[in-house]
């Protein structure tokens, strides 16, 4: 895939690819390699970040190791980007030139020059001598080793030798390579050793665990790392075949690892590996004789004690999975048994209940149930079981079916939903309008947020209501307000309009410094700008600003692009 700069602009917010550009500008992408259509890259930010970028056909993954959640790419991956999309030819030439060569000699290289080579390199890296044996032989060294083996091999990796830890902390930015056991565990899939892979990835999984403690503000990539090893162990015991007696003792293992629940961050994981290897009904009969003692028999309240309230839904939760993969009449009878009693204590167990019953043909009943959940759980708890009543209603009852409409607008604030109301209200539809309206009015005593401010202006515009949209725009007091229904409102009130920007533009330079913000001064002034009939008032409060601000050679430099 061809890089440009408009294509890396789409991938990111307006900020990352700002300062982006910057770390690439100031030379702090190192080490920029491509192989296989993967590139890598090392960037200098306030540590060091590891990136990693594919190229696809028609758009690109990356990954990097720093701690950006937000929208889009991090300014990392796109300084990486901008390396790549500067020098992307050149690359390319280079790896297509280093693959043709190595495949040129290795095609004429004898078989003594091959072995002698091999020799030389399996004799100073014993791990490669391993790796070796088993994708020739198939099997282990000495007929394999145990999980405790593995996982002191592993432990050596943060620097605690045979296990035993040190008050050492592995910094950000330094994550531990696990490749080499990956890659270990992978020959052994190759060469269907499934077993030993299992253990390879069992060690892998109660290291990165069992460490969790010694790395510092890293627990997305190690979490990540912890989960790919324990998907792999469920996979490799998935693919040995065994029979039921045989793979017991696993499911007993993550059971058991399950309820431990240390550390509890990786305790889904544990469920969806149970999940994963979990395949026949004797699996799950023996998964639910181990759940059976854990099985509280009442729930606590989320009030008094959150923790226990927890840890008793997802046992039921986990019990309810097992009954309904069973799906004998036996387990059916257990499992609305289970749901009916405890559907009021938790919004998911009243979804659960009402799925089955819809499942079953018992729609009837599944619309009580659902009605009793709306009545019980707060609305933003209550979508679902709203959602579904919603489909119930529309052909039994108008009257449900308009309340269930207006109750999801309410909660979701999706405009399809408004639609059908007004769709449906016909000539009743001024009296479901004046509701809304009182329904996101009513919070302005209590201070209304910017959301149900836009849903107001939103809907005063698309009933043509304009001076009701123009009083709530002008009393958020907001020039990001103005701003977003300057077009459809300027036009039409222009001096209320022009007025409400004279009286926020003047606080708002005076706010902060800086070039963006002087940038974004400039725009608000455009949009100013845009309002017939005012030009010298308009001139003469730019006149004000640059006068006043005279000493800020930046914002007299923006200024100018007025």
């Excluded at 899939?189 to 790395?215: G, H, P, T």
């Excluded at 998935?238 to 993550?254: C, Q, R, V």
């Excluded at 008793?312 to 749901?339: A, C, F, H, N, V």
């Excluded at 400039?522 to 010298?536: C, T």
């Amino acid at each position: 895939m061809k890089l440009t700069v408009e294509k890396i602009r789409s991938l990111c917010t307006d900020k990352s690819f700002r300062r982006g550009a910057e770390y690439f500008s100031e030379g702090r992408v190192h080490n920029v390699q491509l192989s296989s259509g993967k590139v890598t890259s090392v960037v200098e930010g306030s540590r060091s970040y590891r990136v990693s970028v594919k190229l696809l056909h028609q758009a690109t993954d990356a990954s990097c190791t720093c701690p950006y959640d937000f929208e889009g790419y991090c300014k990392h991956i796109v300084a990486t980007l901008l390396a790549v999309a500067e020098d992307y030819e050149r690359m390319v030439k280079e790896a297509n030139e280093e693959g043709q060569r190595f495949n040129s000699v290795l095609e004429s290289s004898t078989e003594k020059q091959l072995k002698d080579f091999l020799r030389r390199e399996i004799e100073s890296d014993d791990s490669l001598k391993k790796h070796f044996l088993i994708y020739m032989t198939g099997e282990e060294v000495n007929g394999g080793k145990s999980v405790q083996d593995y996982k002191k091999e592993i432990a050596e990796l943060y620097g605690h030798p045979s296990g035993r830890r040190y008050d050492t902390m592995i910094e950000y930015g330094n994550e531990i390579d696990f490749s080499p056991f990956n890659d270990l565990a992978q020959r052994h899939v190759d060469r269907k050793n499934f077993i030993e892979a299992a253990k390879v990835y069992q060690a892998l999984s109660e290291v990165i665990a069992e460490s969790m403690d010694m790395v510092d503000d890293s627990d997305g990539y190690y979490g990540g790392e912890f989960d790919s090893a324990l998907e792999g162990f469920a996979s490799a015991v998935n693919s040995a075949g065994l029979k039921h007696e045989e793979k017991a003792p696993y499911i007993e293992y993550l059971f058991k690892k399950y309820i431990a629940n240390d550390p509890d961050y990786f305790q889904e994981n544990y469920e969806t590996a149970l999940e994963s290897i979990c395949t026949s009904r004797e699996d799950l009969e023996y998964w639910k004789r181990l759940l059976s003692p854990c099985i509280p028999d009442s729930i606590p309240s989320s009030n008094r004690t959150w923790e226990r309230y927890y840890e008793s839904t997802q046992l039921l939760l986990m019990q309810i999975y097992i009954l309904d993969k069973l799906d004998d009449q036996k387990s059916r009878e257990e499992l609305y048994d289970l749901l009916a009693k405890h559907h009021l204590n938790d919004e998911e167990f009243c979804n659960l209940y009402v799925k089955r019953l819809k499942k079953d043909g018992k729609l009837e009943e599944a619309a009580r149930v659902a009605e009793e959940g709306v009545r019980c759980f707060p609305p933003h708890l209550a979508s679902e079981l709203r959602h579904f009543l919603e489909r119930f209603y529309e052909k039994r009852n108008p009257e449900k079916y308009r309340e269930n409409l207006k109750s999801i607008f309410f909660e979701e604030r999706e405009w399809q939903y408004y639609r059908k109301l007004k769709e449906i209200s016909g000539s009743d539809w001024s009296k479901t309008l004046k509701e809304i309206i009182e329904h996101f009015s009513s919070t302005r005593n209590r201070g209304i947020d910017d959301a149900d401010k836009g849903i107001l202006i939103e809907m005063y515009l698309r009933e043509k209501m304009y001076d009701d949209a123009l009083k709530e725009v002008l009393r958020s007091k907001s020039l990001e307000m103005l701003g977003q229904y300057h077009k459809q409102l300027s036009a039409r009130y222009p001096s209320e309009y022009f007025d409400a920007y004279r009286q926020l533009i003047i606080p708002f330079v005076d706010s902060r410094m800086g070039r963006d913000h002087y940038r974004d001064v400039v725009r608000e002034l455009r949009q100013m700008k845009k309002i017939n009939g005012f030009e010298s008032e308009f001139n003469e409060l730019t006149r004000f600003i640059k006068e006043k601000h005279a000493r800020k050679p930046a914002f007299q430099d923006e200024l100018k692009k007025l």
